[in-house]
């Protein structure tokens, strides 16, 4: 992946996804019990945390609710729309950190 993560942004970044976690308890979407735009732009920012390949193996409900939030999107172009550019961007980024 590059440069590690600083501990101390990495604890920030783990902090943040626990508390994603707790809020998916019980739920299916953030806001309601239908996709709204809070998942919209909660889950571009997760998705993006994806393409760095933060290790999300420790939050089963944010995993679980970025797929849905992939399967939502995939009618409009999910890949084209969000993940191209995630990756592009980590890409970006990664190339930055190894100067």
Not at 4 to 25: D, T, V
């Amino acid at each position: 992946m590059g440069a590690p993560l600083e501990e101390s942004k990495k604890s920030k970044l783990n902090e943040a996804l626990y508390w994603l976690e707790s809020m998916l308890k019980g739920r299916t979407w953030l806001a309601a019990e239908h996709f709204t735009i809070a998942d919209l732009t909660c889950g571009v920012t997760v998705s993006q945390i994806e393409a760095f390949e933060f290790d999300l193996r420790s939050y089963p409900k944010v995993r679980d609710w970025l797929q849905r939030f992939k399967d939502e999107l995939e009618p409009y172009g999910y890949q084209e729309i969000n993940q191209s550019g995630a990756e592009v961007l980590a890409e970006m980024f990664k190339a930055k950190l190894l100067k």
